[in-house]
Each structure stands twice: as C-alpha cells, then as structure tokens.
C-alpha cells in the first residue's frame, strides 16, 4: 500500500462490500486470509524440506561442509515456526466471585440471556474507564478459548445502572455473535505476518528481500479488508445493545463514555498532575479523585467535552467508529445525558464498593509514587530555575543555554503560550538552535497554527535526533485535519526510524567473532559514573569496556562491558539485564559475564584501556 488514501480508498470499498454483500465480503475476507495462511505454511514445509534435503545429503555423502548449506533452510523454517506458535495474553485485574458481589453477577446474567452470549468464565475488576469481552485460547493456535469479562471500576461508578446494563449488552454482543473470537482470529494471522516480518528485517540476502516484499504487500491489503469488518461488529454491537435496553439509553451510554473519556484527557490530568509541585507526596486517594471526576463532570464542561469528541472524525488508526457515525446509526440525536443519584457501583456493588475504592487507591498510591516524585522534583527546580534567570535578567544578558534553559522553564510552569515570546528571541540571536525550533513548532501546533509546521521542519533538517519525535507530531497534525496526502511523508519517515532502531537493537544484542571492538573514549569524569554503579555491585572482582563499531544509529555509541566476579555466582539474564539498567542514562550497553563468555572476554580484554574496573585497586 503506497499511500494513506489508497488504504482509506481500500477501506471504504471493503465497507461498501460488507454492507451491501455481507457474505460475498465474508467469502472474500476468509480466502484473502487463507492465501496468508497458505503461503506461511508454504514456506515453512519448503524451509522444512530443504533442510531435511541437504541433511539426508549430509548423511549420505558425509560430507560436513554441507552442513553451512543446511543452515539457511533450517534458520528461515526456524523463524516461521516460532512466530506461528505464539499465545495471547490473558487480560489483568481483580477477580469477583458471586459470593462477593452477587447483584453484578445477577445483572451480568440477565444481560448474557438477554443477548444470548455464552457464559463467561472470570469476571475481572479494573482501574480503567472501559468494559470489554475478551477470549484467550488456552492451546494457543487450536484453540479452546477462555472467556474473560473484564469491567472499569471507573464505568461502575461513573455510570447509573441503565447506562451500564447498555455497556454491558454491547460487549455481551460481541461474544453472541463471536466478533471476540473471529476477531482473535484475524487478530493472530495479523500478528504472525508482522511477527515474521520483524524477524526478517535484520537479516539480508534476496530470499529474505523477497519474502519480506510479500509480507509488506500482503498486510496491508488483509488490515483493510478485516478493517471493514471491526467496524461493522460495532454497528452491530450498538444495535444489539438498543435493542436489550433502549434507543434512547445505548445512545446516552455511548455519549457519556465518550465525553467523560474528553473532559478526563483535555482537563482532568493536567489539574492533577499540576498539584505535584506543591506536593511532595501523591494523593493518598487519587483513584477516588479520578472517579469523583468521572462522576461529576460540570455541566458546561460536559458539553465542551460533547462537543470535543462530536468533531472527531471515523479514522484509520481506530477500529471503533466515532461518536457522531454511531449515534448517526442508532439514529439518535447527541445531548449530555441527565444527572443521575445513584451510580451502577452503589446498586451493583453494594457494601464492597468502599473496600473496593480503597483496594484501588492503595494500588494507584504504589504506581504513581515513583512518576509523582520525579514530577515534584522537576517542577521545584523548574520554578527555582525560574526565579534565579527572571533575577539574572535584569543585571545582565543571559547565555543561550540560560535562555533555551528558561524558556523551558517557562514552558513548563506557565504553558506554551507564555514561553512564545523567549523561543521567538533565542531564535533571533541562534537561528541555528534546533531545539528552539522543535519546542516552537510543537507549541505552535498545539494552539493550531500550521505555521508550526515550517520550524519542525527547520528542527529536523538541523538535528537528526529529531526527526523522528518531529515526524510524529507532523503525522499526527495532518492525520487529525484528514490531510493524509501529507501525512505519507512523515509515515515513510516513521517507518524507517522504527526499522533502524529494531536493526539497531538486534544488532546490539550480541556480540559476534567479528565485530570490530574499539577503545570505550569515555572522558574520566563519565568513567567515574560506571566504577560507581560496578562497585555497588557484591562481589564483582573485575570488569572490562569497549566500545563496538556498529552500522545503525552510529549517533549512539554501542559498549560492551565484561563483569567478572570474585567467587563462584551464579549469574543469570536477569543480574545482567539489571546491570545494564544501572549503568548512566542513555547509555547503550551489552553487559556479558566472563565466567560464560570467555571468547567474548578474551575479545574485549585485548582492546587498549578495556580494563575499567578492579575491586580493590586505587581508583
């Protein structure tokens, strides 16, 4: 697929198909996915074969210099094999039982008759804004599904009971007509194609050129087409849930959702995560303010929020339509539904929806106490930052790096908009400064002035390191605008980054006989850094740096360090995977033990000044 529009272009068509044939689309839709079926199997019983050919050759002739023959085939039938054979996922979150909520269990089966679903077999509690079906082979690619019902404690309290019951006829729908388990379906032949595609990446040579060429024909087409059809189960999810409840209350459902799920990103987070500077420590309740949110939303921001969600557009990166073409297709009128007293947690809940909010607020008082303290202590020197340079300004003229540093400052205590004017004259006097330009044309964009556009574009032809944050936010700009025309170039750009850092990754990840190892270059100020995270480490003796010469992302060194400790340990992927993450910030390490690579050892240990560390020895 070379463009976006044509992809629209593919999409629109398939929708056409499925709305006025539904089984000639289902027809079309299931030999386009047998041909993908088909081909993979093709090829892993051709790899398969000729590996077993040149082994039988092997045996006969014995000849061992067939044996690197043999080693293409069996490598190519490897990495097919591995990505046909993967499972997913089972969903996360607290298991209810009908002895600790039997209302729910009785509203969830009288909403499962009611659609004529099969039963569920767990029913999951979760901190988000959201409800869903969801269905796990246990046996991977034969099947045997696991049905899940996973619930938002937020929806629960945040929607009365009707509203609710609407929700829940909706994801029941989808099981009724199995859109969970086709959809799982379509879900694992999309993921084994690019699962194969990005095991194919890094390698090099014409067959690998030539299956991955297939694999980038291919996909696209069967996203399109299967597209077409995630979209359609909505429709008809939305139907059904009318049809249990009412027109009338699926309609205010779906408003509710979505203009709570608008007013909580446009307003809500912004607020809360502000009140770090001034407090050191995260809400001891925060889970229970973000509900409190949810279920209060001001009259007149609901209707901005309505308003908000009713201009986004049915895109490409969605399979839910938007609001306005679902409410066009219940045939329903959007309006900000009436208040309400009692919420589906205080009716279905009862008596464990107190213990429940406090369960939910100990976990959200764990996981937000690393990010709310990095927050506090980036907005206490921020506002420090910011007071010393306004006292600097006026005694002297402040250096570029002071001034970049507070219009940064600015940026983050006051907004955009009021560091506008400082980007505007570091620029003056730097017109070389890329990431003035970036913070510029990100601000710009974010108020929609499309003069932005010019300075992220300045940005990226200036710093490399920029072009790939600059594309996205260029790719999102003209994607949100419908601009898809312009929206290629960026894509393109995307796409290449991200093919780099997967080829850069794989290529960091080990270290081969003949890679070309270099002295480390590391000033002694940067070494210091290293020895101290290497001597926190018990029992570490010894351990060596270089620095590998490498083909993608040159921009960022690649090292290789060699640890070796004092006494027989046992040192497993997880000690050095940790290793790796203690090592300074931004640093691209392979960390390797001595006492299992030798080889590698030897091949580090004879570069000039690769001996780093030594337990003991003045440093």
Not at 7 to 29: F, G, I
Not at 55 to 70: M, Y
Not at 267 to 283: D, K
Not at 536 to 546: D, Q, V
Request: aromatic letters at 10%.
């Amino acid at each position: 697929m070379r463009s976006l529009e044509q992809y629209r272009d593919l999409v629109a068509q398939a929708e056409l198909t499925a709305a006025a044939h539904p089984l000639r689309y289902r027809l079309q839709l299931g030999l386009f996915a047998a041909l993908g079926i088909g081909y993979v199997g093709l090829l892993a019983s051709l790899a398969a074969a000729s590996a077993l050919f040149v082994i039988g050759l092997i045996v006969v002739s014995k000849s061992i210099l067939l044996v690197k023959v043999a080693l293409l085939p069996l490598g190519l039938a490897y990495v097919v094999g591995r990505t046909l054979w993967f499972r997913l996922p089972a969903p996360q979150g607290r298991r209810m039982s009908p002895d600790e909520v039997p209302a729910l269990f009785r509203e969830i089966e009288h909403v499962r008759r009611s659609v004529r679903a099969k039963p569920v077999q767990e029913v999951l509690l979760t901190p988000s804004f959201n409800a869903a079906v969801v269905q796990t082979p246990r046996l991977g690619m034969l099947g045997w599904p696991k049905r899940y019902l996973v619930i938002g404690l937020p929806l629960l309290a945040s929607l009365p009971p009707y509203q609710f019951r609407a929700v829940l006829a909706h994801e029941f729908a989808h099981l009724a007509r199995n859109h969970a388990s086709f959809g799982n379906w379509i879900y694992r032949i999309r993921e084994t194609w690019y699962r194969i595609l990005d095991a194919l990446e890094p390698r090099h040579g014409t067959l690998c050129a030539w299956l991955t060429g297939f694999f980038r024909w291919y996909a696209p087409y069967f996203n399109a087409y299967s597209f077409a059809l995630a979209r359609a189960n909505e429709y008809e999810a939305d139907r059904e849930s009318a049809r249990v409840t009412s027109q009338e209350d699926a309609a205010d459902a779906l408003v509710a959702v979505y203009a709570k799920s608008e007013y909580i990103e446009s307003r809500f987070w912004s607020e809360f995560y502000g009140r770090a500077e001034g407090q050191p420590e995260p809400p001891p309740e925060a889970f229970s303010e973000y509900v409190a949110a949810l279920r209060s939303v001001p009259m007149d921001q609901a209707h901005a929020a309505l308003a908000g969600a009713l201009t986004r557009e049915t895109g490409l990166s969605d399979t839910h339509p938007s609001l306005k073409d679902r409410l066009a297709a219940l045939r329903s009128k959007p309006s900000v539904p009436p208040s309400f007293q009692l919420s589906a947690a205080h009716t279905l809940l009862r008596n464990k929806r107190q213990p429940l909010m406090q369960e939910f607020d100990q976990l959200w008082r764990e996981s937000l106490a690393g990010p709310w303290h990095e927050r506090h202590h980036y907005l206490v020197q921020a506002r420090s930052k910011l007071g010393r340079y306004e006292s600097a300004q006026a005694e002297r003229e402040l250096s570029e790096e002071e001034h970049w540093d507070y219009a940064c400052s600015v940026e983050v205590l006051q907004g955009g908009r009021a560091a506008l004017p400082l980007l505007d004259a570091l620029l003056a006097r730097a017109p070389a400064h890329a990431l003035a330009y970036y913070a510029r044309g990100r601000i710009l964009l974010d108020e929609d002035e499309e003069r932005g556009v010019a300075d992220l574009e300045t940005a990226m032809q200036l710093d490399e390191s920029v072009r790939e944050p600059g594309s996205k936010l260029l790719y999102t700009y003209f994607y949100s605008r419908n601009q898809l025309s312009r929206c290629d170039r960026y894509r393109s750009m995307l796409s290449q980054a991200a093919h780099e850092r997967r080829a850069a990754s794989a290529e960091r990840s080990l270290l081969r006989r003949g890679d070309l190892l270099l002295p480390h270059g590391l000033p002694p100020a940067e070494l210091l850094a290293w020895r101290a995270v290497l001597s926190s480490e018990n029992g570490l003796k010894r351990a060596w740096l270089a620095r590998k010469q490498v083909r993608h992302l040159q921009a960022v060194p690649a090292y290789v360090l060699v640890i070796e400790f004092r006494a027989l340990k046992w040192v497993g992927a997880t000690t050095l995977q940790c290793m790796a993450q203690s090592l300074p910030d931004s640093v691209s390490c392979l960390v390797l033990n001595k006492a299992a690579r030798r080889r590698a050892w030897r091949q580090v240990a004879r570069v000039d000044g690769s001996l780093i560390f030594a337990s003991g020895a003045g440093r």
